[in-house]
């Protein structure tokens, strides 16, 4: 059987820990910064683990 291909989209985007779960970043770090406080886009830099739910569909795109 041959191997299987991962999505390259989102390969780019989430990668897995250690312990399986999904990492991502966050959204609304590209455009119309001067509209945010400091803080809030101190905040967005972080990533963060991925919602169960959504981390289900992404494990199938990312084998």
């Known amino acids: 059987m041959p ?3 991962s999505n390259s989209g989102a390969a780019k ?7 399986g779960k999904i990492r991502r ?3 609304f ?3 119309i910064l001067t509209s945010k406080s400091t ?3 101190r ?3 972080k990533a963060s683990i991925m919602a169960p739910g ?3 569909r992404m494990r199938a795109l990312i084998p």
């Open 3 to 5: 191997k299987m291909k």
């Open 43 to 45: 905040n967005l830099r």
């Open 25 to 27: 970043n966050s959204a």
């Open 29 to 31: 770090t590209s455009h």
């Open 54 to 56: 959504d981390a289900k």
């Open 39 to 41: 803080k809030r886009k």
């Open 13 to 19: 985007r989430f990668r897995r820990t250690g312990t």
